[in-house]
């Protein structure tokens, strides 16, 4: 629980997984705006204010449990081009926007010329703040891509496969939040992290490729 972290940890962390949530956020009412959907913009959600992008719940939840949530960005397909096709893009926009700072975020490691995880870490709080940052803009990225409901892979796989196999995507949609919040729980309750097996890997991976470090 993030709670139990030391205060000066809590001060690098917690700012930075907001900024990484809401940048998500605006970059999925970027993109509706860029298909044609004004929506998110007329409800000023097309901006990187924090305040517009926070839901009181999910920031407690960020707090007290260690994940968390933003208010969903409002998207009406019926104002797009290609409604299907943009709206995979729109979906895909925020895990993007998360890898794109991941990479900046290893760029900047990489100059100050940092080579180790326990350099970074070690380093004070700059390096601190830089691991932070990086390994949670990747996290949310890869958790964000998965193919169950409510995350933004459902849209993105739903919308590639449901000419082929309509029925996996309503089971997907219908059964998905039971399934991702079971999996939640178990990791939470139990040894057994799914969430962590899954998503470890590719964070070593973009760690690798983005800043040059093993972790």
């Known amino acids: 629980m993030l709670f139990r972290l030391p205060a000066e940890v809590l ?13 998500h956020e605006f970059s999925h009412a970027w993109m509706a705006y860029r ?7 007329r409800l000023g959600r097309l901006t990187l204010n924090p305040m517009a992008h ?15 949530w933003a208010k ?3 998207v009406n397909p019926r104002n797009m081009r290609h409604p299907r096709a943009d709206m995979m893009k729109v979906a895909f926009a925020g895990p993007a926007s998360n890898l794109l700072l991941a990479l900046v975020g290893g760029i900047v490691i990489r100059f ?19 691991a ?11 958790f964000n891509l998965i193919p169950v409901a409510p995350l933004d892979g459902s849209q993105i796989f739903s919308g590639l496969i449901v000419r082929y196999n309509p029925q996996l995507v309503v089971n997907l949609q219908h059964y998905g939040p039971r399934i991702l919040l079971g999996i939640i729980l178990l990791g939470y309750f139990t040894p057994i992290n799914l969430l962590g097996w899954f998503i470890t890997p ?11 470090i093993s972790i």
Do not use: E, R, W
Request: aromatic share 14%; proline share 5%; charged share 5%.
């Open 11 to 23: 001060v690098l962390l917690i700012p930075t997984l907001l900024f990484a949530l809401c940048f």
């Open 35 to 41: 298909q044609g959907d004004d929506t998110a913009a």
């Open 54 to 68: 926070l839901d009181p719940l999910g920031a407690m939840m960020i707090l007290f449990v260690g994940f968390g």
């Open 72 to 74: 969903p960005v409002p």
């Open 112 to 130: 100050l010329g940092y080579h180790s995880y326990a350099q970074l870490v070690l380093s004070g709080s700059v390096g601190q703040l830089l």
């Open 132 to 142: 932070y940052f990086v390994q949670i803009n990747i996290m949310l990225a890869v």
């Open 202 to 212: 590719f964070l070593k991976l973009f760690m690798s490729l983005f800043a040059g």
